[in-house]
């Protein structure tokens, strides 16, 4: 199930504005994902990050893995209008081999 | 490399049917997971199989079922629809188990069910 604390809800942005998300959870994690979801399709993969700390990027997106193991960050920058959609992040329990995810931040963007 | 495959994308169904949904992993993949995705409710995961076998399984009733084949195809099966159970279905598959240290899992389109 969803336990992990995904903010803001949502955003309304104005384009070229950054952006910034995040996760928190009272839970160890050894793994975080990022996804983003666009109405009416699955989920794709934007980042994923497997150590405490890592801090990693792909294009405009840079994520972190928090260094307590219990909290993860997405930034965007200079927001675009198709950066539109749901993101969400997931994460894997130490020692559980199981998944909690966010609930998501549906971001919009005005051209 | 082909993605996650799920048929049908798009179904209608009446209550007390029942339906079945089909999804393929990627190749190599040896878990797929299910789950229900509902604008009330979010993320909702349904039930995972690892190698065949059922590994987790969410809090969901019994109507709701699934399988994996030999070439980790998997099916679940909703018996005895209920209008409540609309919503886009994901399948997610992963090399290893669900969860598991750098596992990462990547989702197919999802089915999206109506019941009406």
């Known amino acids: 199930g969803q336990q992990l604390n995904q903010s803001p809800q949502s955003m309304f942005i104005q384009e070229g504005e950054d952006v910034s998300m995040n996760c928190t959870s009272s839970s160890i994690f050894n793994t975080w994902l990022w996804y983003k979801q666009d109405p009416g399709e699955g989920p794709v993969l934007l980042i994923a990050l497997y150590k405490a700390g890592e801090l990693t990027s792909n294009g405009r997106l840079t994520a972190q893995f928090g260094i307590t193991r219990k909290d993860s960050f997405l930034n965007i920058s200079a927001s675009i209008p198709s950066d539109v959609g749901i993101y969400f992040c997931a994460g894997h329990l130490l020692n559980n081999n199981d998944m909690r995810f966010g609930a998501g931040t549906r971001l919009t963007v005005k051209p | 490399k082909a993605g996650v495959t799920q048929t049908p994308r798009y179904l209608i169904k009446t209550r007390g049917q029942q339906v079945t949904l089909s999804c393929s992993p990627i190749?190599?993949?040896?878990?797929v997971s299910w789950y229900q995705q509902t604008p009330g409710q979010g993320l909702q995961f349904l039930f995972e199989?690892?190698?065949?076998?059922?590994?987790n399984k969410g809090n969901f009733p019994g109507r709701f079922s699934g399988r994996q084949f030999s070439n980790s195809r998997s099916e679940m099966n909703v018996s005895t629809l209920e209008l409540g159970d609309s919503a886009l279905y994901l399948c997610a598959s992963s090399w290893g188990p669900r969860g598991g240290s750098g596992n990462t899992i990547y989702f197919g389109e999802g089915s999206w069910l109506t019941v009406v």
């Open positions: 190749s190599g993949h040896r878990s």
């Open positions: 199989y690892f190698s065949e076998t059922q590994r």
